[in-house]
Structures are given as structure tokens and as C-alpha cells.
């Protein structure tokens, strides 16, 4: 099919003025009774859901394990959370600077870049927090990302001229939203339950390694009760089909617009009383879900996940799947705050001082990896474990050990150092240190031995991995 393609030459001018400009204020936004000058709550990692029988492997986090991965230190969870607790992300630069590079060799690659932008910029401004930082280089670093985001979103458009003309019709839909959220432009999203509910579940996340029993308490009761309100959206079913014109369609016909009103309103009831009622991340989610629901333009940064989402969605109806599977690889081209430390600045730029330095170091926060993914018929047991840093574990998440080397051939090197390292701590009396510590369960040089056969069990067939664990019997 030939048709004109989607041109995204103008994302080349980029506003470098305010990060967030505020929309007027309408009647009607007035009534829906949430302002809506507040981005989208960004989401981040949660490192605090431990595999059952996995967290006594966590504990050896604290004598200097390392990522089985990257090689890296890992950081003990503890850490991180007691440097929240006693404030330090909210110290001038100059001397969060100075406390985290400490913990350098436990930063991944883009994270280590921010820490030495962090230092060069503190040298003139000492005294700036982390979100005076951060809006301060905002600027440059949207306009470094939409460089580095254009040639793959070229890339798909030239993919997306040989699209079916209904599928097309959608696609241009979707990268017309995608232009307007990437230059920070209002746009107007359509409303799903399941989104809010999910969106919800992750600020609860957020919660949970932060150790204040009240909030975390707090917070449940509010996915329980929000899960009772919203409940319209049958599970596996997609009411409002994968057309974002049509979903903004239906949800506006005064029905739907009405049941969804006041179930936010009622939901809202509950929130207002409730000791988070002034959590800036639910008020955030709150005042974009009223926008959503009304159908007016609200501002929402460009999330990489959710437009491979979407896009995933349109290209799903085509038959040809390795044609399909050619915009899934192309869009996974796109830079994540990981990979890329422009992509982190302009992700956290709205953030508080607390989550920018959180995310600074969460990569690298020690995390139990299933070796085999649940998904993929993984047991929970220790056998079946091993430790990586928080961002690795979300990467791999059901990807195949086997094909996971193959993409990432460093996984046999290092995975011989995390072996040394703990025969290391078992010799050293860590291993007893942790069993005597946990009530009902222990580790032992058994973890070790299975440790390394399960390697073997799971590695490619072409070149197995033989971890040499000879020094354990020294």
C-alpha cells in the first residue's frame, strides 16, 4: 500500500523554555474538581517483592555479592532505604555527590554518567537540590533525546507505509499522540480502568521499600477499595477495542461518561480522607485520570513502555508476523533512563529530590532472579536463584537463560565471578552468618553445587557453561 507517511522532522524544535507548561483553566475542568497542570506520574522499579525461600540468598547482599549478570557490586536494599530515611537526597548536590560515590562500582552504566554530570554541574552550583539540578539541564537533554529517539521513530514510519489502510488510520492516530506527548504539547488520552488500577499498584510498590508501616497500610486499602469502584472492563476483553479515536468516541457517550465520573468522584471520597491525601504521586495520577475521563488535554510526558504497548496493539491484527515482530524489535531501539542519561533526565525532571536519587542507585539494589522464569515453568526454590541487580532482573524477565546469553555472551564470565564470590563468603562464615539469622530456612555450599548445575541444565546446548567451583573443596 502506498500511502504518505507520518513526517516527524519538527520534533528538531524543541521547546526550551518551562518543562511543563500550565493549560487554562476551562469551566468545565473546574467542575470536574481536580486541577490538571501536573504530568504523569513516572513510574519506577520496585526491588521489594522477594521470591518465597529467596530472601535468605538476599541477605548475602550485605557482605558484597555481585550481580551474576554484569559483574557489578550489588547494593544491599538496607542501604539505599536507610539513606532515604536519613535524608541525604535532599542535601545540597555537592554533598550527595560525595556520599554516593561511594557506591559507584554498584551504578550501571547511564546511572554513572548522571552521578559525573551531577559532580561537573555541582562545582558551580553546590548548593542546588537534585530537582534544581535536574530542571536546569532539562533543556539540553530533551533536545539530546529527541535526537536519539528520531532515527528510530523514522525508522518505524517507514515500516508503518506498508500497513493495511485501517491499520494505518491507527497508527497515524497513535504517533499524532506520540508527537504532541513528546514535545510536551497537551494532548487528550483515552481513560482505561485497568491503566489507573495498575498505575495504582505501582505508587503502592514505590511505597513499600521506604519501611513506613502507616502509609503502606494506607495505600492497600485504597487499591482494594479503588478495585471494588472500578471493575467495568471485563478481564481479557478490550470494550473500547485498539482504536484510540474510537475508545475517546465510546467513552464519551453519557453513560460511560457518567459511570466513570462517579466512580472517580466516589473514589475520590474515600482519598480525601485518607492519610495520603497529600501523596503528590496519587494527586498526579488523580488530576490525569479526571482529565481523561472528560476528555480534556492534559499534559503526559512520552512513556516508552506505553507506546510499545500501543503499538504492539495496532500491529497484532497482521498477519504477517514477522513483519509484526519488525516494529516490536525497531521500537525496543528506543533509549530507556537506563540505557541512555538523557532519557533519565527528562523521565525524572518532574521528580522529587527522594525518587531522583532512589533511581540513581535502584538498579543496582540486589534482587532474586528466577533462573528459569515462573512463567516458564520455574520453581520457587533455591536451586532456582540468583542474585542481579534490580534493572537486569526487569530486563530478562521471562527471556530463556540460553538466549539471554546469547544476546549478552559477558553472562558466562560473569557469572564465574558471582561463583567466587560466593565461595568467598561461605569460607568467610557468611553463608552461617545468614542461615542463623532466619528462623526456617538456611543456606549452604549445596546452593553453591546446585547453583552451577542449574547453569549447566539451562545454558545453550551449543556451548555449555562449566563453572569451575574447585575452590570450594580447598
Same mark, same amino acid.
Given at each position: 500500500?502506498?500511502?504518505?507517511?507520518?513526517?516527524?522532522?519538527?520534533?528538531?524544535?524543541? +521547546?526550551?523554555?518551562?518543562?511543563?507548561?500550565?493549560?487554562?483553566?476551562?469551566?468545565?475542568?473546574?467542575?470536574?474538581?481536580?486541577?490538571?497542570?501536573?504530568?504523569?506520574?513516572?513510574?519506577?522499579?520496585?526491588?521489594?517483592?522477594?521470591?518465597?525461600?529467596?530472601?535468605?540468598?538476599?541477605?548475602?547482599?550485605?557482605?558484597?555479592?555481585?550481580?551474576?549478570?554484569?559483574?557489578?557490586?550489588?547494593?544491599?536494599?538496607?542501604?539505599?532505604?536507610?539513606?532515604?530515611?536519613?535524608?541525604?537526597?535532599?542535601?545540597?548536590?555537592?554533598?550527595?555527590?560525595? !556520599?554516593?560515590?561511594?557506591?559507584?562500582?554498584?551504578?550501571?552504566? @547511564?546511572?554513572?554518567?548522571?552521578?559525573?554530570?551531577?559532580?561537573?554541574?555541582?562545582?558551580?552550583? +553546590?548548593?542546588?537540590?537534585?530537582?534544581?539540578?535536574?530542571?536546569?539541564?532539562?533543556?539540553?537533554?530533551?533536545?539530546?533525546?529527541?535526537?536519539?529517539?528520531?532515527?528510530?521513530?523514522?525508522?518505524?514510519?517507514?515500516?508503518?507505509?506498508?500497513?493495511?489502510?485501517?491499520?494505518?488510520?491507527?497508527?497515524?492516530?497513535?504517533?499524532?499522540? /506520540?508527537?504532541?506527548?513528546?514535545?510536551?504539547? +497537551?494532548?487528550?488520552?483515552?481513560?482505561?480502568?485497568?491503566?489507573?488500577?495498575?498505575?495504582?499498584?505501582?505508587?503502592?510498590?514505590?511505597?513499600?521499600?521506604?519501611?513506613?508501616?502507616?502509609?503502606?497500610?494506607?495505600?492497600?486499602?485504597?487499591?482494594?477499595?479503588?478495585?471494588?469502584?472500578? &471493575?467495568?472492563?471485563?478481564?481479557?476483553?478490550?470494550?473500547?477495542?485498539?482504536?484510540?479515536?474510537?475508545?475517546?468516541?465510546?467513552?464519551?457517550?453519557?453513560? !460511560?461518561?457518567?459511570?466513570?465520573?462517579?466512580?472517580?468522584?466516589?473514589?475520590?471520597?474515600?482519598?480525601?480522607? *485518607?492519610?495520603?491525601?497529600?501523596?503528590?504521586?496519587?494527586?498526579?495520577?488523580?488530576?490525569?485520570?479526571?482529565?481523561?475521563?472528560?476528555?480534556?488535554?492534559?499534559?503526559?510526558?512520552?512513556?516508552?513502555?506505553?507506546?510499545? &504497548?500501543?503499538?504492539?496493539?495496532?500491529?497484532?491484527?497482521?498477519?504477517?508476523?514477522?513483519?509484526?515482530?519488525?516494529? *516490536?524489535?525497531? @521500537?525496543?531501539?528506543?533509549? /530507556?533512563?537506563?540505557?541512555?542519561?538523557?532519557?533519565?533526565?527528562?523521565?525524572?525532571?518532574?521528580?522529587?529530590?527522594?525518587?531522583?536519587?532512589?533511581?540513581?542507585?535502584?538498579?543496582?539494589?540486589?534482587?532474586?532472579?528466577?533462573?528459569?522464569?515462573?512463567?516458564?515453568?520455574?520453581?520457587?526454590?533455591?536451586?532456582?536463584?540468583?542474585?542481579?541487580?534490580?534493572?537486569?532482573?526487569?530486563?530478562? /524477565?521471562?527471556?530463556?537463560?540460553?538466549?539471554?546469553?546469547?544476546?549478552?555472551?559477558?553472562?558466562?564470565?560473569?557469572?564465574?565471578?558471582?561463583?567466587?564470590?560466593?565461595?568467598?563468603?561461605?569460607?568467610?562464615?557468611?553463608?552461617?552468618?545468614? *542461615?542463623?539469622?532466619?528462623?526456617?530456612?538456611?543456606?549452604?555450599?549445596?546452593?553453591?553445587?546446585?547453583?552451577?548445575?542449574?547453569?549447566?541444565?539451562?545454558?545453550?546446548?551449543?556451548?555449555?557453561?562449566?563453572?569451575? !567451583?574447585?575452590?570450594?573443596?580447598?
Amino acid at each position: 500500500m502506498n500511502v504518505s507517511c507520518v513526517n516527524l522532522n519538527y520534533l528538531n524544535f524543541v +521547546p526550551t523554555g518551562s518543562i511543563r507548561q500550565n493549560p487554562v483553566k476551562s469551566k468545565d475542568s473546574e467542575q470536574a474538581g481536580l486541577r490538571l497542570n501536573s504530568p504523569l506520574m513516572t513510574d519506577t522499579i520496585s526491588f521489594s517483592g522477594i521470591s518465597h525461600g529467596g530472601d535468605i540468598l538476599k541477605r548475602l547482599s550485605a557482605y558484597g555479592v555481585i550481580d551474576m549478570y554484569t559483574g557489578l557490586k550489588l547494593l544491599d536494599s538496607k542501604t539505599l532505604e536507610s539513606m532515604q530515611r536519613s535524608g541525604v537526597f535532599s542535601k545540597p548536590i555537592e554533598k550527595i555527590v560525595k !556520599i554516593v560515590s561511594n557506591y559507584e562500582n554498584t551504578m550501571l552504566p @547511564a546511572d554513572k554518567e548522571f552521578l559525573k554530570i551531577l559532580s561537573k554541574f555541582s562545582h558551580k552550583h +553546590p548548593n542546588y537540590t537534585l530537582s534544581q539540578t535536574l530542571k536546569e539541564l532539562y533543556p539540553k537533554h530533551k533536545k539530546a533525546l529527541l535526537r536519539a529517539q528520531q532515527p528510530v521513530f523514522e525508522e518505524i514510519m517507514r515500516l508503518a507505509c506498508d500497513l493495511p489502510k485501517d491499520l494505518y488510520a491507527e497508527f497515524s492516530e497513535l504517533m499524532n499522540i /506520540t508527537t504532541k506527548r513528546l514535545l510536551n504539547d +497537551p494532548v487528550v488520552l483515552p481513560f482505561s480502568e485497568r491503566e489507573f488500577l495498575y498505575k495504582l499498584k505501582r505508587i503502592g510498590e514505590d511505597m513499600q521499600y521506604k519501611g513506613n508501616g502507616h502509609e503502606i497500610h494506607s495505600m492497600d486499602k485504597l487499591i482494594s477499595i479503588a478495585g471494588k469502584i472500578f &471493575h467495568n472492563e471485563p478481564k481479557g476483553q478490550r470494550i473500547y477495542g485498539r482504536n484510540i479515536k474510537k475508545k475517546l468516541e465510546m467513552q464519551m457517550q453519557p453513560e !460511560i461518561l457518567k459511570r466513570n465520573s462517579s466512580n472517580l468522584a466516589e473514589f475520590k471520597k474515600f482519598f480525601d480522607v *485518607s492519610p495520603l491525601r497529600n501523596n503528590e504521586d496519587l494527586i498526579r495520577l488523580l488530576e490525569n485520570t479526571s482529565a481523561k475521563i472528560h476528555g480534556f488535554p492534559a499534559f503526559a510526558s512520552f512513556e516508552r513502555k506505553s507506546f510499545i &504497548h500501543e503499538l504492539k496493539k495496532i500491529t497484532r491484527k497482521l498477519k504477517n508476523r514477522k513483519f509484526a515482530q519488525q516494529f *516490536s524489535d525497531v @521500537a525496543e531501539k528506543l533509549p /530507556t533512563s537506563k540505557q541512555n542519561v538523557s532519557a533519565f533526565i527528562v523521565k525524572f525532571a518532574d521528580e522529587k529530590n527522594d525518587k531522583i536519587g532512589a533511581n540513581m542507585l535502584m538498579g543496582g539494589v540486589c534482587s532474586v532472579d528466577h533462573l528459569v522464569a515462573k512463567k516458564n515453568g520455574g520453581a520457587n526454590r533455591l536451586s532456582n536463584y540468583g542474585l542481579c541487580g534490580a534493572e537486569i532482573n526487569r530486563q530478562k /524477565t521471562n527471556i530463556y537463560f540460553d538466549a539471554w546469553v546469547r544476546m549478552h555472551p559477558e553472562t558466562r564470565e560473569n557469572c564465574q565471578k558471582y561463583i567466587d564470590r560466593l565461595i568467598e563468603l561461605y569460607k568467610q562464615g557468611c553463608f552461617e552468618k545468614v *542461615s542463623k539469622a532466619h528462623k526456617n530456612k538456611k543456606i549452604d555450599k549445596s546452593y553453591i553445587e546446585d547453583f552451577a548445575q542449574t547453569i549447566y541444565d539451562i545454558s545453550p546446548e551449543e556451548n555449555r557453561i562449566k563453572l569451575d !567451583i574447585s575452590k570450594l573443596y580447598e
